[in-house]
């Protein structure tokens, strides 16, 4: 049976995330990959109820930090076993758009949660299921903010936070890249797509077999 790998991408709001596993999805594929993208929070039904709370219910208005850090983990628990898993051990390449790390950096790091506890609650989720590989689309947090603001559709709870939060969560995924360099990589967002792709396949396909 062929072994399966879990990627993961991560970067703040209007770093290209989309963009770039799209194109990714269409290299495996065209390489004989058999590949499902998931998302997160999302990705199973379950997931996606806690997503609409977490994003676009009027009811998250008055979401304590502590709240959406558990919402997170539930809805992370839930696609684990549900679909990460099995899809591995079928022998799918499996990319995230988002994973523990958005976790460690949105609520952790940008919220203010302590550390410790975000890091605990992850290791409970994911049940030692870590990606093999994870990218962080780095792009300077302003330029991010304005590709949000000016994308003329309705933004979701974490795309309408203020620039300085878009600055801290840019800062939080440069500080966990630099703890997990063997697993965390950073590429530069603020090229081409093209120019992205590129230094993303050829981070990817140095780790395929």
Not at 84 to 92: E, H, M, N, Q
Not at 107 to 133: C, D, K, M, W, Y
Not at 155 to 165: A, G, V, W
Not at 181 to 203: F, K, L, M, T, Y
Request: with cysteine; hydrophobic share 40%; glycine share 8%.
């Amino acid at each position: 049976m062929s072994v399966g790998f879990l990627l993961s991408f991560e970067g703040s709001e209007g770093c290209g995330k989309s963009t770039q596993i799209a194109l990714l999805r269409t290299r495996l594929e065209a390489a004989g990959r058999s590949v499902v993208v998931l998302r997160e929070p999302g990705g199973t039904e379950i997931g996606e109820s806690i997503r609409h709370l977490l994003q676009h219910a009027k009811e998250g208005s008055a979401m304590t930090s502590e709240t959406e850090l558990l919402l997170f983990a539930a809805s992370r628990a839930q696609i684990v076993r549900e679909k990460i898993r099995p899809l591995l051990d079928a022998g799918t390449f499996v990319i995230l758009d988002r994973f523990l790390d958005s976790t460690t950096v949105y609520q952790g790091i940008a919220r203010g949660l302590p550390l410790e506890s975000v890091r605990a609650i992850n290791h409970f989720a994911i049940g030692g299921t870590l990606p093999q590989l994870t990218l962080v689309l780095d792009m300077d947090s302003a330029t991010a903010w304005q590709r949000i603001h000016q994308s003329g559709r309705e933004l979701d709870r974490m795309e309408s936070q203020p620039q300085s939060f878009f600055e801290k969560v840019r800062q939080g995924y440069l500080e966990v890249a630099q703890a997990e360099p063997q697993r965390i990589q950073v590429i530069d967002a603020g090229a081409s797509p093209e120019a992205v792709h590129e230094a993303v396949w050829e981070r990817v396909s140095a780790r395929l077999t």
